[in-house]
């Protein structure tokens, strides 16, 4: 009975011996394929495959797995944008990319991103642009692959918006005449022969006999006239409403004088000129010409003072690309006081704002 005793005990040890090594085998095995070994296998650190487990759902750790090693992951899965449905393509947006874990996150989770284009350094820039209108994607995206040189993702973004990637007078709309004072009216945009607004004759003190001009546009030109003459300016009108009778005449002088490629640049087609809403004045100082006027006390005070009034400067030097006008320093829009100041202080020109503020949505 002894001698079986201790046979026993020993067949116990060594299968307790037994069942220790085959526990330990099984944990080493288990341990070998767990994620944490197969993503440092892969190249991430302990302490990256550690914010690695605790920020990416199981399911997408294959995804990982599948992936070659790069140390931009440990950024993107700790930037607070971080989306785990978009793992694959943030992955896919590594290969292609060569920028920072947070430049392709913001690349990514952008509302109008398609991981089946392959962006340029412009076309990324273009996305992350201020004014960037997503109903324009598909045109940023042609404009940018169409120019041959080294062009702004700011310049195109604003040509874009101001319909500028189109011929002049092509595919015209009709200007949305419920805008009021923010009615945009260019070579894109026009008013009927019968378009109707409440028009005032402007008292002969502030310019030319017969100027007219509308009511609310009127009554905040005579306080920026006012306003001017205490700082020693005075402020003459020699345009103002035109109607579309009278634009056709203007139009055709400037045929007469140049052909139509002067008469383009410097007028509008009836219909297309701004005047006919009554609320474009062209603003000079007595005795001042076309020539002349730039740089001027008047033009300088109007550049600085007028949006206090609610006029902008139409057609400013550096947006010509933008209105397709050239300079005119004497040519003021009546847009309202809220919408001058953001013009003013954002360096806009009338189609920029309109598109960004009015038309965006």
């Known amino acids: 009975m002894r001698k079986w005793s201790k046979k026993s005990k020993l067949a116990k040890i060594v299968v307790s011996l037994g069942l220790v090594l085959l526990l330990i085998a099984i944990g080493l095995i288990a341990y070998e394929n767990s994620a944490l070994r197969k993503l440092e296998r892969v190249g991430y650190n302990r302490e990256e495959v550690e914010t690695i487990l605790e920020m990416v759902e199981k399911s997408d750790i294959e995804l990982l797995l599948a992936h070659k090693y790069d140390e ?33 996150i913001q690349l990514v989770n952008h509302p109008d991103y398609d991981p089946a284009e392959d962006y340029s350094e412009l076309e990324r820039a273009i996305l992350k642009e201020k004014y960037y209108l997503s109903r324009n994607y598909e045109r940023y995206l042609a404009a940018a692959r169409s120019v041959n040189e080294e062009v702004e993702a700011a310049e195109i973004v604003a040509q874009v918006n101001s319909n500028r990637d189109r011929e002049y007078y092509t595919e015209p709309e009709a200007a949305d005449i419920d805008a009021g004072d923010l009615l945009l009216v260019n070579k894109y945009y026009y008013l009927g022969p019968d378009y109707d607004v409440d028009i005032v004759a402007m008292d002969a003190t502030y310019g030319q006999i017969g100027v007219e001009m509308e009511r609310e546009t009127y009554e905040y030109f005579q306080k920026m006239a006012e306003a001017a003459l205490l700082d020693g300016v005075q402020l003459y009108v020699t345009s103002g409403y035109r ?119």
Do not use: C
């Not at 607070?80 to 920028?99: H, V």
């Open 72 to 104: 931009r992951v440990d950024e993107l899965v700790k930037d607070g944008n971080f989306q785990n449905g978009k793992l694959s393509e943030y992955l896919d947006g590594l290969d292609k990319y060569a920028i920072s874990a947070e430049g392709l």
């Open 243 to 361: 109607d579309y009778t009278d634009q056709e005449e203007v139009f055709a002088s400037y045929l007469a004088e140049g052909g139509e490629a002067h008469a383009l640049v410097y007028a509008a087609k009836p219909g297309y000129s701004e005047h006919q809403t009554g609320r474009a004045l062209d603003i000079f100082t007595p005795g001042m010409t076309l020539t002349s006027f730039a740089g001027t006390k008047g033009a300088n005070w109007l550049a600085n003072e007028a949006y206090k009034y609610g006029f902008v400067l139409r057609y400013p030097e550096d947006k010509v690309e933008i209105t397709g006008y050239e300079y005119e320093p004497w040519h003021y829009r009546y847009v309202g006081k809220d919408a001058a100041k953001t013009i003013y202080n954002e360096g806009l020109s009338l189609e920029e704002y309109y598109a960004y503020y009015i038309a965006r949505g």
